[in-house]
């Protein structure tokens, strides 16, 4: 099982390139059985929401 300093490069690398099948399986195990990985992973996703929103103008301009 990968550690937990290789899963965040992981799941940091993923938001840059497609993983190949085998780091792929290898992340969703360690994440099955490592919660503080799976909070790291969800704070992550929102984060690059928030980014996404604030790049594109904002919530603002998103309910017009």
Do not use: D, V, W
Request: aromatic content about 4%; hydrophobic content about 30%.
């Amino acid at each position: 099982m990968k550690s937990c300093r290789e899963a965040t490069r992981l799941m940091s690398e993923s938001q840059e390139r497609k993983l190949p099948l085998r780091e792929q399986a290898s992340l969703k195990l360690h994440l099955a059985l490592c919660a503080p990985c799976r909070n790291f992973s969800k704070q992550m996703n929102i984060l690059r929401r928030i980014s996404k929103s604030y790049a594109e103008g904002g919530p603002e301009k998103a309910e017009e």
